[in-house]
């Protein structure tokens, strides 16, 4: 095990409580205070809450249209994994879409009617944060991809910025394979 990058997992937990890491940075923040709550239009027409998937291990994908393509690997990759393994039964995506600058008449429509083609295409629901109520409470950074996993019980266990790199990838899939082999 490198002891360098756990040193840095855990110094950059630290600052991740009181905000974002730096981009392209990996935080390990296993004890950090829970997630804060959130609620979310769907896709599909549903009002979706963090306390709805409680019990499950949560990959929280954030993006807005500056950031959307940012980590395209990982999403294939997700997609990939999801397909040959059954990570259903105990991890939820929570994919959102920041669309919080097309909230007026008429873009709000054409915003949501891509994101519901998107989310067709891809094969899952999409979150749809229309005040950027959720990047506030999350203190995600406009024009970067956030991608964070959750623990069973909504503590924050890893969190991301920016594009992640094939190593940080890796580091992903472990620890997300970690929590989902956790105790309930």
Known sequence: MRRPALSLCLLL??????GDPPAGSVVNAVGLPRAPEFTLESTTGRTRHLRDYLGR???????DRDSNQQNNPLKESLAARAR?????????LVAVANLSS???WPARGY???AVVDIARQMG???MIDWSGAMSTAYRFRPGSSH?????RDGRVLFRHVGAMSTRTRGEFF???AQAARAPR
């Open 13 to 18: 937990a630290a600052s991740a409580a009181l």
């Open 57 to 63: 291990v949560v990959i929280i994908l954030y993006e």
């Open 84 to 92: 040959s393994e059954d990570l259903t039964r105990d991890v939820s």
């Open 102 to 104: 097309y909230d007026f």
């Open 111 to 113: 915003a949501r009617d």
């Open 124 to 126: 899952y629901e999409i």
């Open 147 to 151: 991608v964070m996993v959750l623990a």
């Open 174 to 176: 472990e620890l997300l």
